[in-house]
């Protein structure tokens, strides 16, 4: 599975998101003035497709117009989640890019029947809301 986010300046978040959460770019498909028609980003094995928003593609006019926080007073329909192997130094490196951490990484635990992880929560340049978390304990072994 994976899910798209949408940006006003996709070329320049691609290249932000690289920078402050490590992510890499797999596929980058730019078209005239450097719009992004198409990007896939890589952590791991987490992939997110990242495209520019209020674009309409030709020939899908027909499709709902996407946008970015940034252009609908901040708010948000979902927030991303990815699993990192420290999450502290990912925080650390997210916030030296100017990330806005928005919950400090801590410890999430649901009991013994059930999973523990290390967490933060971030909004990138746009306003996306992130989290990137550390499984600490996972019972079903997954």
């Not at 420290?86 to 635990?109: F, K, N, S």
Request: contains cysteine; proline residues 4%; hydrophobic residues 40%.
């Amino acid at each position: 599975m994976s899910s798209s986010i949408f940006y006003n300046d996709a070329a320049k978040a691609i290249d932000w998101l690289c920078d402050a959460f490590a992510f890499e770019v797999r596929l980058r498909v730019e078209g005239e003035g450097g719009v992004i028609h198409h990007s896939e980003l890589v952590y791991g094995e987490a992939l997110v497709m990242v495209g520019q928003a209020g674009r309409t593609t030709p020939g899908r006019e027909t499709w709902p117009q996407f946008g970015s926080p940034a252009s609908v007073g901040g708010i948000n329909t979902q927030c991303l989640l990815v699993f990192v192997d420290d999450v502290d130094a990912h925080c650390e490196r997210a916030r030296a890019a100017g990330a806005v951490i928005v919950d400090e990484p801590r410890v999430h635990d649901y009991g013994e029947a059930y999973w523990a992880d290390r967490s933060y929560g971030v909004t990138d340049i746009e306003g996306h809301l992130w989290w990137f978390t550390q499984r600490l304990r996972d019972p079903a072994g997954s």
